[in-house]
């Protein structure tokens, strides 16, 4: 089991992130610049609560985390791409 070091959200001005494939089942806060998410291979059940909170994101991939639900938090209205196959 994986963690992304809380002190990511240090940095204000990140619009990429790719943190696939490294066994994570959740996320802390993240920056709220970020406009990409790639978390491809992970063991998530549900899109993490933390990516709601990101006003800017257009690209999101949560592709093949054994995902059983989007979670309960809605996702981004700024939302463009949305790729959640082999799930």
Known sequence: ???????????????????????LR??????????????LGNHFEAIP???AALPRLRMLSFKSCRLRSLGEAPL????QWLILSDN
């Open 26 to 39: 959740t996320l802390p806060s993240l920056p709220l610049s970020l406009e990409t998410l790639f978390a």
């Open 1 to 23: 089991y994986s963690e992304l070091p809380v002190a990511v959200a240090g940095f204000p001005a990140l619009v990429k992130l790719d943190v696939s494939h490294n066994a």
């Open 76 to 79: 981004p209205p700024s939302l």
């Open 49 to 51: 609560p933390a990516v």
